[in-house]
Structure formats: structure tokens, C-alpha cells
């Protein structure tokens, strides 16, 4: 199952408000057939309920539980800020938007977690751009 294309890959984005990146990320899970569009709405109530930005540079949106009927199947996408996004309390560089119709986000969660346990593992990604990285660690 290919949960992760390096096509949604997006690099080097240029700084914007979270709400707008939820919905830049929710866009690309739609494009790239992983969600139907109503998975945006959830994706933003999500992170107006409790914050997707995890700590380290990274935040992890996604829908909230009630939207899971508007996934279409499991996939990532992946987006680096660069400049970095003021999220709440935090700064974000990585931004790893997941529609996962089971409790597969638990796994993709542990991976992410594993990849970039310090900050500096998520600062060097994001300034190299280099996709095929991203792609290997994810």
C-alpha cells in the first residue's frame, strides 16, 4: 500500500497561518484521492479541539473521529515550512497531514515520532529539500 507518494511531497513552502496550512495539507490529501473534501472541515475542528502540533517543529493534522467516513483510503502528505508557522505555542517546520480510515495513524504516529525524536533531526530535513530524504525516513 503506497501510504506515501513522493509527489505529496511539498517542500520549502513559504510561511502562512496554521488554519491555512490545514487546509493546504487537506487539499493535497483530497487531490491525491486519500480523502473526500469534507475531511478538510474535520481536519481544522481537529486542531481547534486539541492542537495537531506535536512538539519538536512538527505537527500532525488530521481529522477529527466523526469525519473517519470521509477517507477514501490511508495516505501522508507532507509539507516543509522552512521559515516555520506559528501554531498555537509552537513553531512548525514539518507538517505530516494523515487520513488514515483505521487505527493505522497509530502506527504512522510511532514512525514520525521514531524519525524526528529532536528538533535538530527536523531542522536538517527541512533544509535540505530534499525529498528523496523525507521519503526514506517517512
Known sequence: MDILKKENIVTGCASESHEDVIRRTGALLVAAGYAREEYVDGMLERDRSFSTAIGNGIAIPHGAKEYKKDIIKTGLVVLTYPGGVSWNDDSVKLVIGIAASGDE??????????????????????????????????
Not at 504512522?108 to 529532536?118: C, G, Y
Request: glycine share 0%; hydrophobic share 55%.
Open 105 to 138: 495513524h497509530i502506527e504512522i504516529l510511532e514512525r514520525v515520532v521514531d524519525a524526528f525524536e529532536d528538533a535538530s533531526a527536523v531542522e536538517a530535513v527541512v533544509a535540505t529539500n530534499d525529498v528523496d530524504r523525507l521519503y526514506a525516513l517517512l
